[in-house]
């Protein structure tokens, strides 16, 4: 992302796309540390979605810088961290109600 700005003048434009990018990132890690208390089949979804959201972002940035747009390419700065927290949530959240559903009666939790 620095790489693909560098033409850019603007500091704290720069400095808040990198806060945007990494947003998604400090999230994951948020609710890892969060997960101790989350069933394991919720914690397995969180790391498989860690792991495919690192492996996607960094596929699509490459992409973009390797091959540059022809007009301004800031979508894609935009979008992915979105994206990403999106399908984690959406990805989490089903596995938590699946771990809930898979529970016996009376189990407490």
């Not at 990494?22 to 979804?45: G, K």
């Not at 994206?83 to 559903?101: E, M, N, Q, Y």
Request: positive net charge.
């Amino acid at each position: 992302m620095l790489y693909a700005g560098r033409a850019n003048q603007h500091i704290l434009v720069t400095v808040l796309f990198v806060f945007w990018v990494l947003a998604p990132f400090v999230t994951l890690a948020w609710a890892d540390r969060m997960s101790v208390r989350w069933s394991v089949i919720t914690q397995r979804a969180l790391h498989w979605m860690t792991l495919v959201i690192t492996v996607g972002s960094l596929a699509i940035y490459v992409h973009r810088v390797l091959r540059p747009p022809r007009t301004t390419g800031a979508f894609v700065f935009v979008a992915v961290p979105v994206a990403s927290c999106l399908l984690a949530a959406i990805a989490v959240g089903v596995a938590a109600l699946l771990s809930r559903r898979s529970l016996p009666p009376g189990s407490g939790a």
